[in-house]
């Protein structure tokens, strides 16, 4: 998973023309004003994509944390919450207030990140 989100964050980086970053440069600015100015608002749809992905990603490990995490205390979220459902009988509000307290975070992480999703690949374009 690593991997890809470097690669992917380079990948949008590639993307900006640089005739823009070499406009900018041309109109005085110097390299870490383009970076702010001009590449990072270009990129930041991107990388707020791979952080989704990230986020989500981690946020929903279950397999490596079942067969690796033996101890109760280090029990991650969605492993804890599959060890709410017992051999015959399942508490239905249990699993759902514990659900619900899971499922938090994410909409939490997804109201931050909103704006920046809609955000045009041409925020920060010279025109």
Known sequence: ????C?????????????????AARVD????????VRIVLPLVLPGIVAT???TF???????????????SQDL?????????????EILNWGDMMAASTLVVVPS????MIIQNKIAGGMSDGAVK
């Open 56 to 70: 989500i990603n981690a946020w929903n490990e279950f397999l490596y944390a079942l067969i690796l995490i033996n």
């Open 75 to 87: 029990m991650t979220v969605s492993v804890k919450l599959r060890s709410l459902q017992g051999a």
């Open 107 to 110: 909409v939490i992480f997804f």
């Open 1 to 4: 998973m690593e991997v890809f």
């Open 28 to 35: 005085g600015a110097n390299k870490v004003q383009v970076f």
């Open 51 to 53: 952080a989704i992905y």
């Open 6 to 22: 470097r690669d992917a964050a380079v990948g949008f980086f590639k993307t900006v023309p640089v005739g823009i970053e070499e």
